[in-house]
Antibody, heavy 122, light 106 residues
Framework: QVQLQESGPGLVKPSQTLSLTCTVS??????????WNWIRQPAGKGLEWIGR???????NYNPSLRGRVTISVDTSNNQFSLTLTSVTAADTAVYYC???????????????WGQGTLVTVS | DIEMTQSPSSLSASVGDRVTITCRAS??????LSWYQQKRGKAPKLLIY???TLHSGVPARFSGSGSGTDFTLTITSLQPEDFATYHC????????FGQGTRLEIK
């Protein structure tokens, strides 16, 4: 059974950088069968896709965040990470990591999610 | 950009009821539509993808239909564990979620 677990600081000051890591167990990122995604959800609001990474390091980002977001992968530790710069209160949200299929008909279907971690910008 | 409009934003129903939630895209997304269930304080869970394909392990009382711009999620014979928030999501282009429908006990 695949499991994803987010980790990182729960409090970040405005204008600083948010950094989170997702550790994957029960599956190897290196196999190349999946993309690895970050998604966030402000309190009481809808979900927003942030971006994704393939084990090769290839990335895609939501244009609304482009310029501030970087996603990286560490296949040796079976982890991938999110960095978001110049944060403001609007970046306060629960951040989720999630898996999506590679090479199938539906590459943006998120079938496994982490439990989520709340990051507050204040 | 493709916009997703989900309705209603909330509804009340009783155990055993049949409920339908609608999701409309601002332009055709073929069948690139997924549905997720989210319980309070938990991560979303995939229910349906490809507009109508049930994800592994999801009970058959959940079904999805639609194509193009109009989609529906139907839950027949509501169970107590079904009271949650439901999100639609288009995967035709940059992934975009609807604003969610909160299903509450009447």
């Amino acid at each position: 059974q695949v499991q994803l677990q987010e980790s990182g600081p729960g409090l970040v000051k405005p204008s600083q950088t948010l950094s989170l890591t997702c550790t994957v167990s029960g599956d190897s990122i290196r196999t190349g069968n999946y993309y690895w995604n970050w998604i966030r959800q402000p309190a009481g609001k809808g979900l927003e896709w942030i971006g994704r990474i393939y084990p090769s390091g290839s990335t895609n980002y939501n244009p609304s965040l482009r310029g501030r977001v970087t996603i990286s992968v560490d296949t040796s530790n079976n982890q991938f990470s999110l960095t978001l710069t110049s944060v403001t209160a609007a970046d306060t949200a629960v951040y989720y990591c999630a898996r999506s299929d590679y090479g199938g008909d539906f590459p943006f279907v998120f079938d496994y999610w982490g439990q989520g971690t709340l990051v507050t910008v204040s | 950009d493709i916009e997703m409009t989900q309705s209603p934003s909330s509804l009340s129903a009783s155990v055993g009821d049949r409920v339908t939630i609608t999701c409309r895209a601002s332009q055709s997304i073929s069948n690139h539509l997924s549905w997720y269930q989210q319980k309070r304080g938990k991560a979303p869970k995939l229910l349906i993808y490809g507009a109508s394909t049930l994800h592994s392990g999801v009970p058959a009382r959940f079904s999805g239909s639609g194509s193009g711009t109009d989609f529906t999620l139907t839950i027949t014979s509501l169970q107590p564990e079904d009271f949650a928030t439901y999100h639609c999501q288009q995967s035709y282009s940059i992934p975009l979620f609807g604003q969610g429908t909160r299903l509450e006990i009447k």
